[in-house]
């Protein structure tokens, strides 16, 4: 299905003074008609009452079916419009337009409410307060097509990474329609379909990364191990994601503008662990660049000594003073130095 847009339809302000013109004649003529028929001056002028009365009432019909013709739009909005169930155009662009009264526009959408910016409703709570409250969002909901840009929140999905664990993830998808035609007839709800090609793009891309750095992990495919993961790359995750989602909707005329990354944890049942993991992973960096600089301070300070020849020390010290280095310098406490008055040896 293609679009085709309508754009010889801008008449509207001429079609809607017709219209009144209709309505002023078909007033004249029952006002006119009634007028003769009550004044019952002859067989000739009764008929020409009867004329009046039934013209000026087949005018006001007339005009009352044109005025289904009469469409606003205002910027950025569309309307799929079918003629007995035959596709016959879009229209585009703001203006105030006249078509075939008889056609219809089609929108199967039209009262889909989905977590998104532009298209979020009252809670179901706030909306049954009243039946006035009813009526009046029943009465806003109408079959036009917003195409501005709008961002879908899907609800946060818990899914397993490439090593199996459970994680939390929501996104962010930025979304407009691009060609209505294919919105409305290719797919049964464009905006319901969005959603689940979302949730299913989502899962498809998350199990192919790790939530953190792990070794022998294969995220791009060529072979090779890397250092991809959910946590660290989430700009290359949120492209991934985007360019799977816009496959499978192309068919539905929508483009996603962008995706991203608006949660990520680990599930609530590992989370704890996993922190621990974390903890126990930087308590042990942290440790081996205490010992690395350590280890460098003790060769300083023996090779300082040993060139300017300030203490000769045999084995036997050098090894005790390493040790009483290591454990001063490597201690999580500060030393508590004992001094010895006597002898060195």
């Known amino acids: 299905m293609e679009e085709r847009v309508i754009s010889k339809k801008k008449n509207g302000m001429a079609a809607m003074f017709g219209i009144l013109l209709l309505f002023a004649a078909s ?41 289904g013709g009469l469409k606003i739009l205002k910027p950025q909005e569309a309307l799929v419009l079918t003629l007995f169930g035959k596709y016959v155009g879009t229209l585009k662009g703001d203006g105030f337009y006249f078509v075939n009264p008889f056609c219809a526009s089609v929108n199967p959408a039209a009262k889909t409410k989905l977590s998104q910016s532009g298209d979020v409703s009252a809670p179901a709570s706030l909306m049954t307060i009243t ?61 319901e379909f969005l959603s689940l090609q979302c949730d299913s793009a989502l899962r498809d891309i998350v199990r192919i990364y790790p939530y953190d750095v792990a070794p022998n992990v294969d995220t791009t495919g060529d072979g090779i191990a890397d250092e991809g993961s959910l946590r660290g790359s989430s700009e290359i995750v949120a492209e991934k994601i985007r360019g799977e989602i816009q496959k499978r909707v192309v068919e539905a005329g929508i483009e996603v503008v962008e995706a991203r990354i608006t949660y990520l944890a680990y599930a609530p049942e590992i989370a704890a662990v996993m922190l621990q993991r974390q903890q126990a992973s930087a308590i042990i960096d942290a440790r081996k660049m205490i010992v690395d600089g350590a280890v460098g301070m003790v060769e300083m300070a023996l090779e300082r000594l040993s060139e300017n020849h300030t203490v000769d020390l045999d084995e036997e010290r050098k090894a005790a003073m390493v040790s009483n280095l290591l454990v001063v310098l490597c201690g999580n406490r500060d030393a508590q130095p004992i001094v010895n008055s006597g002898s060195l040896y």
Do not use: H, R
């Open 27 to 67: 007033i004249v003529g029952i006002v006119v008609g009634s007028i003769t028929i009550a004044k019952n001056n002859g067989a000739l002028m009764l008929a020409v009452g009867i004329v009046l009365l039934v013209a000026g009432i087949v005018l006001i019909i007339t005009a009352l079916v044109l005025c």
């Open 131 to 191: 039946n006035n409250t009813a009526n009046t969002n029943a009465a806003i909901s109408s079959n036009k097509i917003s195409l501005k840009i709008m961002t879908l929140n899907n609800n946060k999905q818990k899914i397993n990474d490439c090593l199996g664990n459970p994680i939390e993830i929501g996104i962010a998808v930025t979304w407009k329609v691009v060609d209505t035609a294919k919105a409305v007839f290719n797919v049964d709800n464009y905006k």
